[in-house]
């Protein structure tokens, strides 16, 4: 079993539709959570960073976790076509060294 | 403030022969963290250097070795490289290990 599961897509919505992005993961020793954007070829750009469970808001996007599910979550209100990219989670132990990181989910937004 | 550069941005290699990847981490960060990523695949973690000492390493053969310099900058080396090599290799720096990191852009490497 993957430490960090994360459905692939690829997903397609209109511009304007409300994006759920989601991550499951194995190990309840994770305490950070994070989201990265990835453009085509190029280094992934992080976008929330949480530290145990709640909520986080940043503009359009909105970081869940559920650390008694082990299932964290990125929602996008108003998707732009600029969204469309590959979304990653990635998390780490409290002391950690490594990012353990999800395949990533292709995102389209059509407009 | 400077964000985290990388260099080469491509790189065709033989099999057999050896590679040297660079990384300058963001201004302020002395944690620099190497990744590799597979197309279609999550970044996986090779290795993290703090203060010039490795700090960690993932499931990567000893021939995936690498350097940190006392401004933090740092070397990936790989040696007698293999098809499977080919990949993007991402750097990511932080202010300490496990806060989030910023990565840079990426080498994009070709083992023929």
């Known amino acids: 079993q993957k430490e960090v599961e994360q459905d692939p897509g690829p997903l397609s919505v209109p511009e304007g539709a409300i994006v759920s992005l989601n991550c499951t993961y194995s190990n309840s020793a994770f305490q950070y959570f994070m989201w990265y954007r990835q453009y085509s070829r190029k280094g992934p750009e992080l976008l929330m960073y949480t530290y145990s469970s709640g909520n986080k808001e940043d503009g359009r996007f909105t970081a869940q976790v559920d650390k008694s599910s082990k299932y964290i979550s990125l929602f996008i209100r108003d998707s732009q076509p600029s969204d469309s990219a590959t979304y990653l989670c990635a998390m780490s132990y409290d002391t950690g060294n490594q990012f353990y990181f999800g395949t990533g989910t292709s995102l389209t937004v059509i407009p | 403030e400077t964000g985290v550069t990388q260099s080469p941005t491509h790189l065709i290699k033989t099999r057999g022969q050896q590679v040297t990847l660079r990384c300058s981490s963001q201004?302020?960060?002395?944690?620099v963290s190497w990744y590799q990523q597979a197309l279609g695949q999550g970044p996986q973690f090779i290795f993290q250097y703090y203060r010039e000492e490795e700090n960690g390493r993932g499931n990567f053969p000893p021939r995936f070795s690498g350097l940190q310099f006392p401004n933090y900058s740092s070397e990936l080396n790989v040696n007698a490289l293999e098809l499977d090599d080919s990949a993007l290799y991402l750097c990511a720096s932080s202010l300490v290990s496990h806060y989030e990191q910023y990565f840079g852009p990426g080498t994009r490497l070709t083992v023929t």
């Open positions: 201004s302020g960060h002395n944690t």
